[in-house]
């Protein structure tokens, strides 16, 4: 979410001062809410399906609004599916009306355009929902969602992307390659066998690699039967 902060201002769009909820949407654009253990309950009842969810996985690189760099998250966030370009959750409908809205996520409910202490305590908090947490106890599917996270793990990428960049390492970026590789050929096994339901692939597994190593500034060309990393810089 692009929250603005500070108390008794008004949201972009709004005439200031603002005390309460007027439906602009904008909170609602821009990247949607992160899951707090607060919403656990709502998960595990069907509230909000695992299928409307996606997973930024530790070790993914986020830019910090406060230092102003891309640093590698330490924990998962959970978080609602948006629509590509404006980030818009998928949950919000015509009239910038929420869809779940009786049952709408911590960080939804702790936000206040007019007053952002609330949130701001929110994101202090050490609280983000993970993984683990919600399928934690689910024997196979952890112990699968575990060697994934494991051997496509960011750390180990971002430092073959450094050497791939910096050093035009061949052996580096074979072993991106090759991890690139290992994961897409899961997600397509596990989608064709039907062990698993593929709208859910990017909660267990985060998203593809394939889209997030533009986070390195680099992007996949397919190339025959295989891929090309290419640099966008
Ligand atoms: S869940 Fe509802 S309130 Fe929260 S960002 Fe989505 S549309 Fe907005």
Redo the contacts with the bound molecule.
Sequence with gaps: ?EFLTGESEGCSGCSAPQTSCNQCGA??TGG??VLRTQDERQIKTGKIDISDLYTQRAGELMFNKETLKMEPLVTDYIK?KVTAGELR?Q??EAENK?S??TH??FE?RAFKCWDSREIEAVYASDDALTRKDIIGGIEGLWDLVSDHHERCSYKALGEWMHAVDIKKDPDAMAKVCEMIAYDRSLRASLADSGRVNEAILDFLLGRPLTTTIVMFNYRIEEEGDGFKLVSVQ
């Design positions: 979410m909170c609602c949607g809410p609602i959750c949950f919000l929420c779940i809205y709408r996520p939804c």
